[in-house]
Nanobody, 124 residues
Framework: QVQLVESGGGLVQAGGSLRLSCVLS????????MAWFRQGTGKEREFAAG????????YYADSVKGRFTISRDNGQNTVYLQMNSLKSEDTAVYYC?????????????????WGQGTQVTVSS
């Protein structure tokens, strides 16, 4: 059974950086497209960044483009989200998601497997 475990969240000042990690177990990591979503308090879960199973062609929500970078290490079964120039509006629980196949999408229902989430809080 595929399981995802995120880490790396925390409290950071506006303008700072954090790197989130997500490890996939129970499956062949290189066979899964991966993504990061986030959900602020009282808000719907929204797409942040996605990456194909090979690591090519990452794609981003407009709200994070130019500040966040998604990457993956297929040898370590890990996907990362490097977050720079953080803003208070980036405060949310961040979720890692996976779907079997070369590419996912930008909608939550495109992904079958989810992590438990990691809290990111940006203080202004």
């Amino acid at each position: 059974q595929v399981q995802l475990v995120e880490s790396g969240g925390g409290l950071v000042q506006a303008g700072g950086s954090l790197r989130l990690s997500c490890v996939l177990s129970g499956g062949t990591f290189s066979s899964y497209a991966m993504a990061w979503f986030r959900q602020g308090t009282g808000k719907e879960r929204e797409f942040a960044a996605g990456i194909t199973f090979s690591g090519g062609s990452p794609y981003y929500a407009d709200s994070v483009k130019g500040r966040f970078t998604i990457s993956r290490d297929n040898g370590q079964n890990t996907v990362y989200l490097q977050m720079n120039s953080l803003k208070s509006e980036d405060t949310a629980v961040y979720y890692c998601a996976a779907v079997y196949g070369p590419t996912g999408g930008r909608r939550a229902y495109d992904y079958r497997y989810w992590g438990q989430g990691t809290q990111v809080t940006v203080s202004s």
